[in-house]
């Protein structure tokens, strides 16, 4: 369902679709872009090498063999270069939330379903006849 949100072109859906017709993927969007965000940082998060006593700036990344001391360089270097492995990660991402999500979902549903006699008062004292009555 995710690869479905991320390829889904908005702009294709036309004007003769009536607006009560068109399905709300403002969500979706903002999920997706949300999600893609961490995806990026993460990735760019796991190129920083930790400081040593030899290195004394504050922050050092390594990708593709390239050494990047600015956070900016290292970000463009990223979205350049590795934008088809975020969109990956982010659809992977987005489907394994979608999977917690419906199995969450189907858990409070069973759980709901079957917790029904906490709620039913007990008439185990009342004689049948008059429960029919």
């Known amino acids: 369902m ?3 949100l991320v390829d889904l072109d908005v702009e294709s859906l036309g004007s003769e679709v009536h607006k009560a017709d068109k399905p709300d993927f403002s969500a979706a969007r903002k999920l997706y872009s949300h999600v ?26 390594h990708c593709c ?12 270097h990223v979205a350049n270069s590795h934008a088809s492995e975020i969109h990956q990660l982010t659809t992977e991402m987005l489907d394994v ?11 409070s549903s069973n759980e709901e379903s079957t917790d029904v006699s906490s709620w039913i008062p007990d008439a185990s004292h009342v004689p049948e006849d008059d429960l029919i009555k």
């Not at 063999?65 to 463009?76: A, D, L, N, P, T």
């Not at 939330?97 to 858990?107: F, I, K, N, P, R």
Request: overall charge positive; charged content about 25%; proline content about 6%.
């Open 97 to 107: 939330m979608l999977h917690h999500q419906t199995h969450s979902e189907e858990e």
């Open 65 to 76: 063999g390239q050494s990047f001391r600015e956070s900016s360089s290292v970000h463009k």
């Open 36 to 61: 893609k965000k961490r995806t990026f940082a993460k990735f760019v998060a796991s190129k920083k090498v930790p400081p040593t006593c030899e290195n004394s700036s504050p922050a050092l990344w």
């Open 2 to 4: 995710a690869s479905m």
